[in-house]
């Protein structure tokens, strides 16, 4: 496939590891090819110990994921983004009970435009990363539609594959339908069970080359992430990365 995407991978998915030897696990995922790596919220090391380690590993910072950037949190996020050097960061989770009803999830994309106003004052682009309870009906509307609605287009998407699947959609439809606004993807693989124990790409019930093909104009990275696993993670990002490039799906360093 030409055109391929560069491959990080979001760190959260190695968090018990790097608790316990964040370098030693860092230099691992350089060592394994992955050209980047996405931060997470509470990672166990400084912020600038951290961005001097990526840069000496040369490993890119496409995105990070940060707590919403409300009063109490605006500095942090801003730190974060400063250490990093980013353009982008990205609200990771809102509750499920934001996207119960339809005035509901109104409101919440009310706070993420208010959220992305901020960020843009500051030279930043806000996105959100979904989990399942975003995606489904309500009242016979498409929850997905009216967040497209709602979002200003300044507010950017980082697709989580697998969860729009679990919650009911068809993941390439999303992807078609988001276009450009989702420039960052989210691959994992697993049973699409929300409670159920996740696989490295290529091991479950996604269709992975199937994403990578509808996102191959729109998005700028693919960024593999395992919430959980059965097997050993770091062994199963390692096998995510391999089915990747190996397939052609993807661009590492090796």
Same mark, same amino acid.
């Given at each position: 496939?030409?055109?391929? &995407?560069? $491959?990080?991978?979001? #760190?959260?998915?190695?968090?018990? @590891?790097?608790?316990?030897?964040?370098?030693? +696990? $860092?230099? /691992?995922?350089?060592?394994?090819g992955y050209v980047g790596v996405e931060p997470y919220g509470g990672m166990p090391a400084?912020?600038?110990?951290?961005?001097?380690?990526? &840069?000496?590993?040369? #490993?890119?910072?496409?995105?990070?994921? $940060? !707590?919403?950037?409300?009063?109490?949190? =605006?500095?942090? $996020? #801003? @730190? +974060? !983004?400063? =250490?990093?050097?980013?353009d982008r960061v990205c609200v990771a989770y809102m509750p499920a009970s934001e996207f119960e009803t339809v005035d509901g999830i109104k409101r919440t994309c009310e706070k993420l435009n208010r959220a992305g106003q901020f960020a843009a004052d500051n030279g930043l /682009? #806000?996105?959100?990363?979904?989990? %399942? %309870?975003?995606?489904?009906?309500l009242n016979g509307i498409a929850t997905l539609d009216l967040i497209l609605a709602e979002l200003e287009d300044s507010v950017f998407l980082e697709l989580d594959t697998y969860w729009a699947q679990v919650g009911g959609l068809d993941a390439i439809e999303v992807l078609k339908q988001m276009g450009a606004r989702a420039p960052l993807i989210h691959l994992k693989d697993g049973p699409l069970d929300p409670q159920g124990d996740m696989t @490295?790409? *290529?091991? *479950? &019930?996604?269709?992975?080359? *199937?994403?990578? @093909?509808?996102? =191959?104009?729109? !998005?700028? %990275?693919?960024?593999?992430?395992l919430d959980r696993c059965a097997t050993d993670m770091l062994e199963a990002v390692r096998e995510s990365y391999t089915y990747l490039t190996a397939n052609g799906l993807a661009r590492g360093k090796i």
């Open positions: 496939m030409s055109n391929l &995407k560069p $491959v990080a991978l979001q #760190l959260y998915s190695l968090r018990e @590891a790097l608790a316990e030897d964040f370098e030693g +696990i $860092v230099r /691992q995922v350089a060592d394994m400084g912020l600038e110990y951290s961005a001097a380690l990526f &840069k000496e590993l040369d #490993l890119q910072v496409p995105n990070s994921h $940060v !707590a919403f950037p409300d009063e109490e949190n =605006a500095d942090a $996020v #801003l @730190a +974060i !983004a400063a =250490a990093y050097g980013l /682009q #806000l996105g959100y990363h979904n989990h %399942w %309870w975003e995606y489904k009906q @490295a790409l *290529g091991g *479950g &019930k996604m269709d992975v080359p *199937g994403i990578v @093909a509808a996102s =191959a104009e729109t !998005a700028d %990275w693919h960024i593999v992430e």
